[in-house]
């Protein structure tokens, strides 16, 4: 008899198992258990979540130090703290040919647990100081590719003069925006597409030139409106002429932060009263999650940027990804992938790889590029049979290969949680350079300090800061036409003054675009540094998990007729939530 333990990689129903880190049931799906033997790994022993976090432990995104080149001796900005000891170089030095990683490689010991050789490699092999590609003047960004003139922008994609940022692709001209796809001259968005001058927005698309909307669609000169479509002037939903319009818009002074304040409060109270839909996914089909773009057939997929295909258990994804497990910010022309981070760009089969650009076949890698046939590889660039950076030839590689596998699984790593650590299994949290309150982890899965320990995870210890404040917050002039250049570089004092849990930084600067950029769009300064507001950001979007749940519809004119709605579905809105949430037919019977 099969028990919970005992899971074999075939299977035809799905199977109940437990989570080694957490110990609670999960379901490994038949679906699941195909993909599984098609790229040859035994199914997981950790659920979905401890997986996610376990690989977000490897992501340190926004948690920036001053290091110092090992190769030049030049101070740099690195995403590696100098505590952790490792052999960092600047970016220019690392992409240049001024050093081999293959001097590195070591032979394979099969005496000792493969992530025990992997961590030794890891301390001996130069690491490029932020996990970066094609980035012009754009030193203070992170985990980036094609941008130009951009501070504190991370994990973006062609971005220009953008600051403050998060998960801007295509973006121009624009501050404080999470997640935001095709935008210009953007303020304080997140989760919206194709919007110019448009700010305070949340999951809205194709909008000009509008303030405070929430799901919303091709709107133009709108205040607080919500679930709106292809509507002008409006207030808090309600149609005004133009004139009327800029007569009543005139009572709301954005550009003082006593009514900027007051505004978000009352705009807040409206939204308790409007409905919701389930989830967002757009022009997709046989999918499960949310924020999905032109995506089908796929499962617990969030934050996708389009074309997602046979995947499940991927986050801040896409541009074409295929046939793929357990991923957060993979993709862009690639198939194949399982257990990665940062992982993708004209790639196929990529199992267990942190930062991993353009390889095909490769197992238990980190920062390797436009590489293939590698196996626990730590920065090789353009080579091919390589295990722990040693080169074989082609022979030499696919019959040590199996022999390492079958090691891994006679001699499994076993860390100080007593997790057992075979192939297949992701790298040791243990094994991470950064600490838990140094990663992503915390943004998308908090942890309270029994847990984090329990996980046998680090926490970095508070260091105290010692800024010299030239402007208190109370000393800020509420209206932004009252700033003058003179604030510009001062050191202000960030309203939380550290007191919260979102990484103040306790004091922040005004740049002298930003100055610029507030009085065009007429805005109250911010009182937050760029840490807390990116934290205030997080709070207005939904959880990477779903719960099924019922439509809360009524409305007998909808397709249901009298009586609740009795659709079900899969939503990342909690059943404790306060949201009135409707099923895609009931919404869109509302909002059209």
């Known amino acids: 008899m099969e028990t919970k333990s005992e899971n074999r990689i075939h299977s035809t129903s799905s199977v109940s198992t437990i ?21 040859k790994v035994p199914p997981p022993t950790w659920c979905p979540k401890c997986r996610a976090i376990r690989r977000l432990m490897w992501r340190n995104e926004r948690t920036l130090y001053y290091n110092t080149c090992a190769f030049s001796g030049k101070k740099i900005f690195s995403m590696f703290d100098p505590e952790t000891k490792l052999v960092v170089y600047d970016k220019d030095i690392w992409w240049s040919d001024k050093w081999d990683p293959t001097y590195y490689g070591i032979d394979y010991d099969f005496s000792k647990p493969f992530f025990v050789q992997f961590r030794e490699l890891l301390q001996r092999v130069p690491l490029a100081n932020l996990g970066n590609t094609n980035m012009v003047n754009c030193d203070y960004a992170n985990h980036s590719l094609d941008c130009r003139n951009c501070f504190l922008l991370y994990a973006s994609i062609s971005a220009e003069n953008v600051h403050y940022s998060t998960g801007a692709i295509t973006v121009k001209d624009s501050l404080d925006l999470y997640k935001i796809t095709k935008a210009e001259q953007c303020y304080e968005d997140v989760l919206c597409a194709s919007i110019f001058n448009t700010h305070f927005s949340y999951d809205s698309d194709e909008c000009i030139n509008s303030m405070f909307l929430t799901s919303c669609l091709n709107l133009q000169n709108c205040l607080g409106c919500v679930n709106l479509r292809h509507k002008n002037y409006c207030i808090f939903n309600k149609q005004y002429s133009k004139e009327e319009y800029e007569k009543v818009r005139l009572n709301y002074d954005l550009g003082s932060y006593k009514g900027l304040e007051k505004f978000k409060k009352e ?16 022009k997709s089909v046989n999918v499960t999650g949310d924020n999905v773009m032109t995506s089908k057939n796929s499962r617990m997929i969030f934050d996708i940027f389009g074309e997602v295909e046979n995947c499940k258990y991927v986050y801040h994804s896409g541009i074409s990804l295929k046939d793929s497990y357990d991923g957060y910010g993979a993709g862009m022309r690639t198939e194949f992938l399982y257990e990665s981070v940062d992982t993708g760009a004209d790639g196929s089969k990529q199992f267990f790889s942190v930062i991993n650009h353009g390889c095909l076949e490769t197992h238990y890698t980190y920062m390797c590029y436009s590489s293939k046939f590698l196996f626990g590889c730590v920065g090789v ?3 091919s049979y390589s295990i722990l950076n040693k080169k074989y030839t082609k022979s030499e590689y696919e019959n040590l290969l199996p022999k390492i596998i079958k090691h891994m699984n006679d001699m499994p790593y076993i860390d100080n949680k007593e997790r057992v650590y075979k192939y297949g299994e992701f790298f040791p949290m243990e094994l991470s350079p950064f600490k838990y309150n140094e990663t992503i982890v915390q943004e998308y899965y908090p942890l309270d300090e029994n847990v984090i320990l329990e996980y046998g995870l680090k926490l970095k210890e508070k260091k105290e800061r010692n800024y010299k404040i030239e402007i208190k917050i109370e000393d800020l002039p509420d209206r932004i036409k009252e700033a003058d250049e003179s604030i510009v570089g ?13 990484q103040c930084t306790e004091v922040f600067k005004i740049r002298e675009d930003e100055l610029q950029f507030l009085k065009r769009i007429n805005v109250a300064l911010p009182r937050l540094c760029p840490n807390c507001r990116h934290f205030e950001r997080l709070k207005k979007r939904n959880p990477f998990k779903l719960w099924h749940r019922e439509c809360m519809c009524e409305k007998t004119r909808h397709f249901h007729g009298a009586g609740k709605c009795e659709v079900e579905f899969e939503t990342p809105y909690a059943p404790d939530r306060p949201e009135i949430i409707y099923c895609e037919k009931c919404y869109q019977q509302e909002v059209y």
């Open 19 to 39: 989570c080694q880190n957490c110990k609670q049931d999960f379901i490994i799906e038949s679906e699941d258990f195909n993909f599984y033997e098609k790229i």
């Open 267 to 282: 705009y807040s109270e409206f939204l308790k009263t409007q409905f919701r839909r389930f989830a967002f996914i757009y």
């Open 381 to 383: 660039r353009n080579n």
């Open 490 to 502: 001062k050191v202000i004092e960030c309203a939380h003054k550290g007191g919260c849990n979102q």
